[in-house]
C-alpha cells in the first residue's frame, strides 16, 4: 500500500468530538518538540478533515500559528475500523518495554552531547534517576573491601526473646517453626501479608520494572495459601486477618 501525504489547511482540520484521549496539559511539550524536530509524524485523517489520529500535534501546531501540515488519508477504513484504529494507534504505543540499560546508555551520551534532555518526551526526574544510575555504575569499587570473616548475628532457627515479644527467624511453612515461637501455646490474633504476588508494574502504561516472581499463579495458591492456612488453624484462636489481593480472594476463601 503507498500512502500518499497530502498538505491540509489546519483550520479544515476538524478533531474528533468523542476523543478519549486528554491532552490539554501538555500541548505545550508537543510544540516545543514541533520547534526542534520539525513536524515529522503526519495526521491520520479522513478526506472531509476529520481526524483519526495526530489531535495532539494538531493542537500544537494551531497554537505554532502553522498554516498546512502533513496528513495521510484513511478513507479505505471503515468506520468501525476507523474507531478501532483510532485508540489502536494510541494504545500500541504502550506495548513495548524499554530496556532500562540501553535507556540508560542512550540519555546518557545525550547529556554528554549536551542536548536538552526535556526533548526527549522523559519526565526530567526519571531522566535524573537514569544518570544517577550511569554515575553509580561508573563508580571504581576495586577499593572496597568485603570482610568475609563477618559473623551473621540473626541466623534461621534463631529465637530472640524481648520482654514479652519473641521473634523467631524461620520458614513460615514449615510447622516447627510456629512450635519453636509459639511454645505450643496458641495465638490470640493473627495478621499476616502472605508473599506476595501482587505483580506490580504489570500495566503496559508502568514504566518501574516488574518486581521478578511477582506473579506466580497456581504456585502463589500452592505455596502462599495451602502451606500456611493449616498451620494457622492449629496455632491461632480463629481470629484471622489476613491481607491479599482481591483476585485471590476465591481461592483464599475456598480454603
Known sequence: MNLAIHYYPTRNLVEYERNPRKNDDVVNRMCASIREFGFRIPIVAKSDGTVVDGHLRLKAARKLGMESIP???SDNLNEPQTKAFRLLANQSANWAKWDDELLKVEIQELEDLQFDLKMTGFELEKVQRFLDDFDGEKEDLSDLVVDDKKV?????GDLWILGDHRIYCGDSSVVESYKALLDDKMADITICDPPYNVDYGSSQERE??????????EKYELFSLRHLFPYFSIYERSN???HIIIRVFNVAESI
Do not use: R, S
Not at 551473621?152 to 534461621?156: A, D, R, V
Not at 518501574?208 to 499463579?217: E, M, R, S, T, V
Open 71 to 73: 496528513v495521510v488519508l
Open 152 to 156: 551473621e548475628i540473626t541466623k534461621p
Open 240 to 242: 484471622l486477618h489476613l
Open 208 to 217: 518501574d520494572k516488574k518486581i521478578l516472581n511477582d506473579n506466580q499463579g
